[in-house]
């Protein structure tokens, strides 16, 4: 059973930060792209970063870079997200999914965990 847990999220002041955790089982994702979506009350899932298991491939949004660093530790099958300076306008739920091509677009994911909540409060 293919299952990717995410942990790590919280309610933090603005300008603190989080570290979030993916923890990938039940098959082999090496070949996987790796990412993390987010999705505010309201608003459609929004792309947020993306990695790789093979390599150092990484991308994030637009936004977002400078704050937020996607890395990963292939040994542990775990994906991270590290948000710094975080704003009021981070606050969502955040989610890991893993798909077999380098896209932002969602819809093209296979696989997807429950979501970690990140609230930021100013």
């Known amino acids: 059973q293919v299952q990717l847990v995410e942990s790590g999220g919280g309610l933090v002041q603005a300008g603190d930060s989080l570290r979030l955790s993916c923890v990938a089982s039940?098959?082999?994702?090496?070949?996987?792209?790796m990412s993390w979506f987010r999705q505010a009350p309201g608003n459609e899932r929004e792309f947020v970063a993306i990695t790789t298991w093979n390599g150092g491939s990484t991308g994030y949004a637009d936004s977002l870079k400078g704050r937020f660093t996607i890395s990963k530790d292939t040994a542990k099958n775990t994906v991270y997200l590290q948000m710094n300076s975080l704003k009021p306008e981070d606050t969502a739920v955040y989610y890991c999914?893993?798909?077999?091509?380098?896209?932002?677009?969602?819809?093209?994911?296979?696989?997807w965990g429950q979501g970690t909540q990140v609230t930021v409060s100013s």
């Open positions: 999914e893993a798909g077999r091509y380098k896209t932002y677009v969602r819809s093209a994911y296979e696989y």
């Open positions: 039940g098959r082999t994702f090496s070949n996987y792209f």
